[in-house]
């Protein structure tokens, strides 16, 4: 079975500092991984995802993941935040149940950028 | 290309009674699933259909059913509305055959409150 627990519902970082938001995984096969964004009142939007090629992942708005396997992890990180980097970020994994394909989602962190 | 749409977004209703959520993609996917977001809870796969025709339950089924007629919606049905299925609805395609294989596409989402 798979999962993913996201450390911190809420993290809080001043503008310009670095963005740190966890995310652990637990897979029986090669995992598919993925972050997205929610911004408030909006549908989530894909902001990277690792799918077994190299570990170190950039994606949109200055973000990128490494891939951990001895850690099972896939931290998501930005050296610099900005204002509009305030949403909710949700880690996921795909999993495999039945035959079929399926994504499981952690319970997500609010990220807070303070002025 | 609109996405994904989803009608309406926004719908109150009271205990008993049923509604239908629409789900629209215009981008020839052939999954489509419906999930629910609760707080502190993530996303919880409710139904999902690997292509027209087809649908099969998630990890959240109870007291909804969903159908699939055609390829591009995919419609979620509240029989007997009960509170606890007050929550945020998403719907989300994927293909499969392009680079963008294992990447969702998100619609807006539904509020729904069940009083």
């Known amino acids: 079975a798979q999962s993913v627990t996201q450390l911190g519902s809420h993290v809080s970082v001043s503008e310009g500092a670095l963005v740190l938001l966890r995310c652990n995984y637990s897979s029986s096969v090669p995992p598919y991984l993925f972050w997205y964004v929610q911004y408030p009142n909006q549908g989530l939007q894909l902001l990277l995802k690792?799918?077994?090629?190299?570990?170190l992942v950039k994606g949109i708005n200055g973000f990128e993941a490494e891939f951990k396997k001895s850690e099972t992890s896939f931290h998501l990180t930005k050296p610099s935040a900005h204002m509009s980097d305030a949403a909710e970020y949700f880690c996921?994994?795909?999993?495999?149940?039945?035959?079929?394909?399926?994504?499981?989602f952690g319970t997500g962190t609010r990220l807070k950028v303070l002025a | 290309n609109a996405g994904v749409t989803q009608t309406p977004k926004f719908r109150v209703l009271k205990t008993g009674q049923s509604m239908t959520l629409l789900c629209a993609q215009d981008?020839?996917?052939?999954?489509m699933y419906w999930y629910r977001q609760d707080p502190g809870m993530g996303l919880r796969l409710i139904h999902y259909?690997?292509?027209?025709?087809?649908?099969a339950k998630g990890e959240v089924p109870d007291g909804y059913n969903v159908s699939r007629l055609k390829k591009q919606n995919f419609l979620l049905g509240l029989e007997s509305a009960a509170p606890s299925q007050t929550s945020v609805y998403f719907c989300a395609s994927r293909t499969t055959g392009t680079v963008t294989y294992n990447e969702q596409f998100f619609g807006p989402g539904t509020r729904l409150t069940v009083l």
């Open positions: 996921a994994v795909r999993g495999i149940t039945s035959g079929t394909y399926k994504y499981i």
């Open positions: 259909s690997v292509g027209e025709g087809t649908t």
């Open positions: 690792y799918t077994s090629a190299a570990t």
């Open positions: 981008m020839n996917h052939e999954y």
